[in-house]
């Protein structure tokens, strides 16, 4: 009986976490700039390129750069000054000039095939974004994380409150209710501190919901140290058969 809950415990515990990290997983993925892993690099011939790219490239020497975002998988074909760029890391563009969705045989630069042509500044993402492309481009497992990712990303509160209303076995519901909209704080905290530290723009509701995350934090553990629930319960419940006796 004991060795039984102590499984269902684990596995609990073990689905919180999966749950936990593909969220984060996800909401890093989808605050990056436009990134990917790097495939392969090219000279760039500027006699092949039209006029108007031409126009928007910087002075000196550039390079192509193609890569691949897992998820959904693209190729982009990104036309960048030419500086050091850190082997294994995933890129991102900075300063991105132009995004352009285009037949790639129409504007066959390298030779291969790719979706969308870049124009910016390419630089290395950090170590735990480099994991996170990688891991979503894994053939089969990426598409499990990324999907349970974005199951995650609009279940996760309320996953987390009713585990908590049924840990409190119905003694507790403000707590609950409280945990639920800390976590969905927390995965706009997470978006903007990713957003903002690739220079994107942040929405007005994600920094409201990312600053409500400490208050949230610290009146859920109030509410779970200092109220005692089951009476602020009764109470109301007493209060609601008087008012329902009028």
Do not use: C
């Not at 894994?138 to 585990?163: D, E, P, Q």
């Amino acid at each position: 009986m004991g060795g039984g809950n102590i499984t269902k415990q684990i596995v609990l515990v073990s689905l919180i976490i999966y749950l936990v990290v593909s969220m984060v997983a996800y909401e890093v993925y989808q605050n990056l700039p436009t990134s990917g892993i790097l495939l392969k690099r090219y000279e760039v011939n500027r006699d092949q390129l039209s006029e108007d790219i031409q126009g928007q490239l910087s002075d000196g020497r550039n390079i192509f750069i193609l890569m691949e975002s897992p998820q959904p998988s693209k190729k982009f074909l990104l036309i960048t000054p030419e500086y050091s760029i850190v082997s294994g890391l995933a890129v991102g563009v900075r300063d991105k000039v132009i995004e352009w969705d285009v037949a790639w045989y129409k504007n066959n630069y390298i030779g291969e095939k790719y979706d969308t042509l870049v124009i910016g500044y390419a630089e290395n993402l950090g170590i735990l974004e480099t994991i996170i492309e990688k891991m979503f481009s894994l053939r089969y497992v990426g598409k499990v994380l990324y999907y349970t990712g974005i199951f995650s990303h609009y279940t996760v509160g309320i996953v987390f409150a009713i585990g908590a209303a049924i840990l409190a076995r119905k003694k507790k519901i403000f707590t609950p209710i409280l945990i639920g909209l800390t976590m969905y704080s927390f995965e706009f905290l997470i978006g903007m501190i990713t957003a903002s530290s690739y220079g994107l723009e942040i929405s007005t509701l994600s920094k409201f919901a990312s600053i409500s995350f400490p208050v949230l934090f610290i009146s859920t553990i109030l509410m779970h140290v200092y109220i005692n629930e089951e009476i602020v319960l009764l109470k109301v419940k007493n209060m609601y058969k008087k008012v329902k006796m009028f």
